[in-house]
């Protein structure tokens, strides 16, 4: 079949030269504002986007055609955009492709450049995706992209699995980085409503005076500015999820009017009259204390109950155990691709330390310190310093005095360490033979996933045979 190309411009003569000179290639399809181009990439799933950033009711900014950009990603983070921009607007191409797209063109366009940026866009997408389904089908570690062996995890896998089957209100939990739109994004794509929209707003990202007028949208002339009806994010998610991420966020006015639409399944706009029916299945999530809030009087109780009908916490990730090192590898292998730098490895001492560091910002500080390490990095190995991260004790130099003194306690850490690697190999060797060699069922009596259960054996010096 021939890659999906979707054409995002309000100017239908550029819309129709694009479309003819790329369709002998591929299937195209086209849209001309922010709604139909969402409906339209749920529907066909395109290998590549072309967008003009100029789209109505803004198109002499481009307020709506980012606004386009960050829906697209919303819907698939590994979408290729490119952005069709005039030759005086190559400062806002630059900051669409800071905010995700994949490259910029000008106009007026040069339909051969098109054409190779096109291919080149469908060939990485391609090996992106087969990437993924190599990974999916040789990761028993992964669910719905997200990666975790450790007991907390599962605890939520389950949890996705059997919410995924409903229609009722889950509330996440957990600390800022913890992957709870992640966890949002599995819930929809196993639930009876994935071929519907996916809707995110973060509430604490959108200003109080416009937060309800995104959610339930407005009328034409509601307000200064008002100068077309707008359909808000509940009713775009009709049939489909509405995700509102940081929902502890939300304005105690704004907290009434979703409560009335959680038990009654009707909306109004904004300056609007009529009632309007919306099914739309709500998801929420937070890492602040709703029960504190609660009693600070900064929530509603009855809105909290009506939301946490099922609650699904995710763990931090220092509370993860071996999780931390299967994501490091996992995301400094990704980060090694992307950059070209295949064949990175961690050295020992930056193993150790990733597992000393407390990770206050969780899974996405650990995304973000290894992928700033695969670009400064200037050796093969990764090390604490590449991570920013400090040595453990126990790795210090030759010069340094703790170093040169056992009377300081790094002997004694160092036969600490080899009692404890003696420990750990009697205990591997021993459930590998008390299962006659099953390495599934000695690392489920170990407590470990199986692809940390072979790196001890690795490190301990145990063959596979």
Known sequence: MKPKVLIIDDDEEIRTQMKWAVANDHQVSVAADRRSALEAFRKQRPEVVLLDLGLPPSPNDTSEGMATLAGLLTLDRS????????????????????????????????????????????????LEREYRRVQDGERPDMFEGMLGGSDGMRDVFKTINKVAKSNVPVLILGESGTGKEMVANAIHRRSAFKA?????????????????????????????????????????????????????DLPPPVQVKLLRFLQEKRIQRVGGRQEIEV????????????????????????????????????????????????????????????????????????????????????VRELQNRIQRAVIMADDRKITEADLELEAPAHSAGPGDSNAANPANGTAAAHDLKTAREHL??????????????????????????RPTFYELMSKLGISKD
């Open 79 to 126: 979408a290729k955009i490119i952005i069709i921009s005039g030759q005086s607007d190559r400062e806002n191409a630059v900051r669409a492709i800071g905010a995700g797209a994949y490259d910029f063109l000008c106009k007026p366009l040069d339909l051969g450049q098109l054409k190779l940026l096109l291919q080149r866009c469908v060939y990485v997408s391609e």
């Open 196 to 248: 519907k929209p996916f809707m995110a707003i973060n509430c604490n990202a959108i200003p109080e005076t416009l937060i309800e007028s995104e959610l339930f949208g407005y009328e034409k002339g509601a307000f200064t500015g008002a100068n077309t009806q707008r359909v808000g994010l509940i009713e775009t998610a009709a049939g489909g999820t509405l995700f509102l991420d940081e929902i502890g």
């Open 279 to 362: 099914e739309t299945r709500v998801l929420a999530a937070t890492h602040v204390d709703l029960t504190k809030a609660i009693e600070a009087g900064r929530f509603r109780e009855d809105l909290f109950y009506r939301l946490a009908v099922v609650i699904c916490k995710l763990p931090p990730l220092r509370e993860r155990g071996d999780d931390i090192i299967l994501l490091a590898k996992d995301f400094l292998k990704c980060f090694g691709t992307q950059n070209g730098r295949d064949g990175l490895a961690f050295s020992p001492q930056a193993l150790e330390a990733i597992l000393r560091h407390p990770w206050t910002g969780n």
């Open 424 to 449: 750990e190999r009697e205990m591997v060797l021993k459930a590998i033979e008390r299962h006659d060699g099953n390495i599934s069922a000695a690392a489920k009596e170990l407590g470990v996933s």
